[in-house]
Structure formats: structure tokens, C-alpha cells
């Protein structure tokens, strides 16, 4: 099992991904976090860690799928030196039904590679969907796919996984999935909390 990350002074994190991640941040603002789990766990290791100096980015960009992060890489990741990457992406390109498994594959490997360059952490958070809505019946085996290949990725560059969708799951047992998410795909305030809390939980060597 993979240790997990020790923040430092000068620590630079980077969140990386679709609607989920972006969670409304001001286009345009390098410094806008958004409303949604990244704002959460930037407070809280803030918190934790008053008195480090560390630099926090949200590049989460709403609509966004695999082929799109991988044609930003450069300037919305390799070019700020992370020392983590944090990557939740991969609803867009099922919801749409436009991408192709190996595509998927192979965009997602990519930025995998790209990022291997840095000598950085990476996070990969699986995507994932909150059974509410009939209408994410039909994503379900797609979903699983892409699933199995981010697994696979995790093992193949030697990430952090944190598999959200299981996570979700095991939260609708003790509340209804209308808790965590009113449409099936974006979090509630409740839900950005859960994706938060496993974040730091897997992630980050708490003092």
C-alpha cells in the first residue's frame, strides 16, 4: 500500500477534473477554489497546517472529459509543478456517449505519463454516480468500465485510489441517495463533505 502524502512547506497540490471538481470556481481567477469538496479540503489542511506555506489550484472545469483534460495538460498541470495531482474526471464521457472505452483508456494514460515527468504524488478518484435517478439505470455497465480502467491505471503508475463510487454506495445505506446528490451526479453540500473527508482520510499524513 502506497504511503500516504506528507504535506510540507511550500507544498503545491493540484485538483484536476469536470463540474465536480469546479463546483462553480470564478473562470478566470487562478485562486477561486469553488464551492465543492477542493474549497473543503484546502480549509481543512489549512487548518491543520497553519504554519506551512503551500499553494492550492483548481483547474476543474465544468463539462469537461478525458480528451479535454488532456489537451489543457500542459498549462493547467505540468506547467505548475505540482507535487500532488489530485484527478476526478470521467461521468462527462459516459453521460455524453461519446467516448469510446479505448479512447477513454488512452487519454486518461496519457496525462498519466505527462504527469510521471513531474516526479509527483498522483490521486486518481474514480467516477461515479448516486442511484437516484432513473434515468443513470442505463450508465451503470458503462460507469463500470470506466471504473476498471482507472483501477487498472492505478495500479499500472502507482496512485492513490479512492474509489468514490463504492464510497457513495455505502453512504445511501445510512441516508437517501437525495442526501448526497439531487441529480445523481453532482453532489450535495453533504456530498462534496463526503468526497472531502475520504480525500484527506486516504490521501494525507495528518499531524
Given at each position: ?5 506528507s504535506l510540507q512547506d511550500n507544498s503545491t497540490i ?194
Open positions: 500500500m502506497l504511503k500516504n502524502f493540484l485538483f484536476q477534473g469536470d463540474s465536480i471538481t469546479d463546483a462553480d470556481r470564478k473562470n478566470g481567477h487562478n485562486e477561486s477554489l469553488g464551492d465543492g469538496y477542493v474549497m473543503m479540503i484546502v480549509a481543512w489542511l489549512s487548518a491543520l497546517y497553519p504554519e506551512y506555506s503551500m499553494k492550492f489550484y483548481n483547474r476543474g472545469i465544468s463539462g469537461n472529459r478525458i480528451r479535454d483534460l488532456r489537451s489543457r495538460w500542459k498549462k493547467d498541470c505540468l506547467d505548475l509543478r505540482p507535487n500532488l495531482v489530485s484527478i476526478l474526471a470521467g461521468v462527462n464521457d459516459i453521460n455524453w456517449r461519446a467516448t469510446a472505452t479505448e479512447s477513454f483508456r488512452a487519454d486518461y494514460t496519457n496525462i498519466l505519463e505527462q504527469t510521471q515527468h513531474l516526479k509527483c504524488r498522483i490521486v486518481l478518484l474514480e467516477p461515479f454516480l448516486v442511484d437516484f435517478n432513473n434515468d443513470y439505470l442505463g450508465l451503470k455497465d458503462e460507469l463500470n468500465k470506466e471504473i476498471a480502467i482507472v483501477r487498472e491505471l492505478s495500479r499500472e503508475f502507482e496512485t492513490k485510489l479512492i474509489p468514490l463510487n463504492d464510497i457513495f454506495k455505502e453512504a445511501c445505506i445510512k441516508r437517501s441517495s437525495s442526501f448526497w446528490s439531487l441529480d445523481g451526479a453532482h453532489p450535495t453540500l453533504a456530498g462534496h463533505a463526503l468526497i472531502a473527508q475520504s480525500w484527506i482520510k486516504n490521501v494525507i499524513d495528518e499531524p
